[in-house]
């Protein structure tokens, strides 16, 4: 265990200091070492997830999904881009260490605050910001002991994944045992906890992924019922499968290539779950359309759902007891160097990857 005398004066860790492609993603080996300020811990980070949202940070976004739909115009073009820094969907100032959640060991306390039981020495997951360093002063209450049953590495390729899943099957929409749901690829982070947890409360899952071997894992991970959106035509698809009643919920993470689909898939009184803009941002439309089957529409983000201690620790501990005791499979692309992120976000930005993409300190 480190202590502030015994840290190192630098840390290595990933900088941007302007907007662009992955070329704008900076690591370097003389950042200075954060202080954990009133409420604050320290942690030095030993695994760093990555997320999609972090490349919102610096780029033009890949080329939005072409969704097949025979007889029917292309739902987008697939040669439009998107900078969402640029069109200041989500801003921050410059320059900014990126990284959303990191596990590892607490080295120090800030002076003051309430550390919600944490010490010095504990191995914990957090959920913060400035995550692809070394070292971390991150807020102690969105931090929490990492229990003995999971293995190294698990908690950050599970937590803020694992957290958005769980959090829209309890709140975003209760999902109940035997309801048709569909879930937008299914094989990527958020998609394969989703068919887990959901297959775990009984549900019936429909996943769309575009390759085979997605659509298997996919099948692996808990949904019944695979489509390829590049190939079939989703609401037909759906139709079929649900004897032209539709799905009680879609959980989309895609955005705007899935939008218009997503609300045809709905049965009377279905809800459209919106988490997502990984084709870009859904643009406006008129409310008036979700009469004509009485859909129900919300758009999450995770921070919201967990904003209280007691909400990050009553959903924290309900992951931690799925992954230890329904053995959820926690599915690990690769764990890349550091020193190799442009390489990791130009493979989730290719859509080269199935699971959780980590960064190694």
């Keep these: 265990m480190a202590t502030s005398s015994s840290l190192p004066n630098t840390m290595k860790g990933v900088q941007i200091s302007k907007t662009g492609g992955t070329e704008v993603l900076e690591y370097l080996t003389d950042l200075p070492i954060p202080e954990p300020k009133e ?3 320290l942690v030095k980070n030993d695994a760093v997830g990555i997320n999609y949202i972090d490349t919102y940070f610096h780029l033009p976004l890949p080329p939005p999904i072409s969704i097949c739909r025979p007889n029917r115009h292309p739902l987008t073009s697939s040669t439009t881009t998107y900078s969402y820094f640029r069109t200041g969907l989500y801003p921050s100032p410059l320059p900014l260490i990126l990284g959303r959640e990191a596990e590892g060991h607490i080295t120090s306390l800030g002076p003051s605050g309430n550390m919600y039981g944490l010490s010095p020495g504990d191995r914990v997951v957090w959920i913060g910001t400035s995550s692809y360093a070394e070292y971390t002063a991150t807020p102690a209450d969105k931090a929490i002991k990492i ?13 803020l994944q694992g957290l958005t899943a769980l ?35 009984g549900a019936r899952t429909i ?10 894992l996919a099948r ?6 695979l489509i390829d959106y590049s190939k079939e ?19 989309d993470g895609v955005g705007k290539s899935t939008f218009d689909s997503s609300l045809e898939c709905l049965k009377r009184k279905g809800s459209m779950v919106s988490f997502g803009n990984a084709s870009g941002a859904v643009p406006p439309f008129t409310i008036a359309r979700l009469g004509a089957k009485n859909i129900k529409l919300s758009r999450t983000s995770l921070p919201n759902s967990i904003t209280t201690r007691e909400e990050f620790e009553h959903y924290t501990k309900e992951l931690f ?41």
């Design 39 to 41: 409420g604050e811990i």
């Design 147 to 159: 229990p003995e049953g999971i293995p190294k590495t698990h908690a950050a390729a599970a937590l």
């Design 167 to 201: 959090t829209l099957v309890r709140e975003a929409h209760p999902v109940q045992k035997g309801e048709w749901i569909l879930v937008h690829a299914a094989a990527g982070g958020v998609g394969l906890w989703l068919c887990q947890i959901l297959r775990a409360i």
């Design 207 to 216: 996943g769309t992924a575009s390759t085979v071997e997605k659509r298997e």
């Design 220 to 225: 692996k991970n808990g949904a019944e019922i």
């Design 233 to 251: 035509d989703v609401v037909q698809r759906v139709e079929e499968i649900t004897g032209g009643e539709g799905v009680a919920a879609v959980f």
């Design 321 to 361: 007891d799925l992954m230890i005791s329904a053995k959820m499979n926690v599915q690990i692309h690769e764990m890349y160097p550091m020193k190799d992120v442009a390489r990791a976000h130009s493979d989730l930005e290719g859509r080269k990857t199935t699971g959780k993409l980590l960064l190694r300190p």
